[in-house]
Nanobody, 121 residues
Framework: QLQAYGGGLVQAGGSLRLSCAAS????????MGWYRQPPGKQRELIAR???????NYADSLKDRFTISRDNAKNTVYLQMNSLKPGDTAVYYC?????????????????WGQGTLVTVSS
């Protein structure tokens, strides 16, 4: 399972770093990503990173947000700078996880529970 944390209340112009750690009987993790869902809106992609560290971003966020990962810790991070009130949202992480059950390998996309980021003006 994935556990996201690091959200909270921050003033406009401030920074936050979100973390998301995967736990369990994990064989490997492929792509990891961050998404967000602003109030009353659909969930949107922020950034994704593969196991080799290659990244892709939503164009509107790439100048202020940075995704990274620590493969040894099965953790993905999102550094958010110059935050704006419009960044207020629930932030979700996901990961393509391969687990071993007995002698079988199973790959699925796991989602974290979400962490709320509120940016005040």
């Amino acid at each position: 399972q994935l556990q996201a944390y690091g959200g909270g209340l921050v003033q406009a112009g401030g920074s936050l770093r979100l973390s998301c750690a995967a736990s369990g009987c994990i064989f490997s993790i492929g792509n990891m990503g961050w998404y967000r869902q602003p109030p009353g809106k659909q969930r949107e992609l922020i950034a994704r990173i593969n196991s080799g560290g290659s990244t892709n971003y939503a164009d509107s966020l790439k100048d202020r947000f940075t995704i990274s990962r620590d493969n040894a810790k099965n953790t993905v991070y999102l550094q958010m700078n110059s935050l704006k009130p419009g960044d207020t949202a629930v932030y979700y992480c996901n990961a393509d996880v391969t687990v071993v059950t007995g002698t079988q390998y199973k790959t699925f996309t796991s989602w974290g529970q979400g962490t709320l980021v509120t940016v005040s003006s």
